[in-house]
C-alpha cells in the first residue's frame, strides 16, 4: 500500500508515510534514541532487532495486510517518530495502536497529538470505531498524554516482556 500524508505543526512540515523493512536501520536508530520508552517498559535497552520486531510483529490470527507502521518524517527526511498499528484487533472496527514512539528531541511540540489527529482520520476512514492502547502503568507521561486525548481506561492486566511482568491499563477511545 502506497500512502503518505502531511501534518503541519508551528509551519514546519510532516511527513506520514507507511514504511516497511527497507527503512528496518533507521527505525532501530528511532528506537535506540527513545530508549527512556525501553526502560520504563523491560527495564532495558532496545533490542539489536526492535525495529525489525516494530515491522513484522504479529497478534494472534493477523495478516501483514492488517497491521501499519508509519513512520513520521521531518523536513530534513530524517525519521521522528512511529506508529504501529492493527485494524480489526481484538474485534473488528477496533483498531490497537501498538506503539507510538517520539524521538526526544521532537516530544513536548504538539507532535504527538497532531499524530493522534491523523490516526483518527485516517482510522475513520477504513470504518474504524474504536481505537485501543494499552499503556504501562508506570508510563506516567504516556497515561497522562492519552487520557487527555479522550481515551478511556477499560481493563487492567499483567503483561510480560522478556522477564519484566508489567502492570498495564487497556484504554480506548471511541471514534
Same mark, same amino acid.
Given at each position: ?25 533507521? /527505525? ?67 483498531? !490497537?495502536?501498538?506503539? !507510538? ?9 504538539? /507532535? ?58 487497556? !484504554?480506548?477511545? /471511541?471514534?
Amino acid at each position: 500500500m502506497d500512502f503518505k500524508s502531511k501534518v503541519v505543526l508551528n509551519d514546519e512540515d510532516y511527513i506520514i508515510k507507511i514504511i516497511n523493512s527497507d527503512y528496518e536501520d533507521i /527505525l532501530q536508530q528511532l528506537c535506540e534514541r527513545c530508549s527512556d520508552y525501553f526502560q520504563i517498559e523491560r527495564d532495558d535497552c532496545p533490542s539489536i532487532n526492535e525495529g525489525y520486531e516494530i515491522l513484522n510483529m504479529l497478534p494472534p490470527d493477523k495478516k501483514y495486510s492488517d497491521k501499519f507502521v508509519f513512520g513520521v518524517f521531518n523536513k530534513k527526511s530524517y525519521l521522528v517518530g512511529v506508529v504501529d498499528i492493527v485494524k480489526d484487533y481484538p474485534v473488528k472496527g477496533e483498531y !490497537m495502536l501498538g506503539l !507510538m514512539l517520539i524521538d526526544p528531541i521532537e516530544r513536548g511540540r504538539g /507532535l504527538g497529538k497532531k499524530l493522534h489527529h491523523f490516526l483518527i482520520e485516517w482510522s475513520i476512514n477504513l470504518e474504524a470505531d474504536k481505537l485501543r492502547i494499552g499503556v504501562v502503568e508506570k508510563n506516567y507521561k504516556a497515561y497522562e498524554f492519552w487520557k487527555s486525548r479522550g481515551y478511556e481506561e477499560v481493563k487492567r492486566t499483567k503483561l510480560k516482556h522478556g522477564n519484566k511482568e508489567n502492570n498495564v491499563i487497556v !484504554m480506548n477511545y /471511541l471514534i
